[in-house]
């Protein structure tokens, strides 16, 4: 069981990314999925998350609300960041988590699901 992210890239600030996690190994029903971000001499963030459930419920870390947006695709077991407006502390090591709890301060529930992550470079 392994989640696989990608489309981390190196923008300006100001610029937009959208992030994807592919996680085909879970069924995407009753499950919480999320993203953390990592950076360099900081501690790991929950960026966001989403519960998909008989509702979809969403979180957002304060640093990103209104700029980054998370979506699900069931069919295709995908899970999305849209990062807009992209600021340089938005930098760091992007990786999908799941399961996860999605409140006021998410956790990870298993790490040892996670990928490697994908690259985030903000320049200003």
């Known amino acids: 069981v392994q989640l696989v992210e990608f489309g981390g890239e190196s923008v300006q600030a100001g610029g937009s990314l959208r992030l994807s996690c592919a996680a085909s190994?879970?069924?995407?029903?009753?499950?919480?999925i999320g993203w953390f971000r990592q950076a360099p001499g900081k501690e790991r963030e929950g960026v966001s998350c989403?519960?998909?459930?008989?509702?979809?419920?969403?979180y957002y870390a304060d640093s990103v609300k209104g700029r980054f947006t998370i979506s699900s695709d069931v069919a295709k077991r995908m899970v999305y960041l849209q990062m807009n407006d992209l600021k340089p502390e938005d930098a760091g090591i992007y990786y999908c988590?799941?399961?996860?709890?999605?409140?006021?301060?998410?956790?990870?529930?298993?790490?040892?699901?996670w990928g490697r992550g994908t690259q985030v470079t903000v320049s200003s």
């Open positions: 988590a799941a399961p996860m709890t999605c409140h006021s301060n998410p956790k990870s529930i298993r790490e040892d699901y």
């Open positions: 190994s879970f069924e995407f029903i009753d499950i919480t």
């Open positions: 989403i519960s998909i459930t008989s509702e979809i419920n969403t």
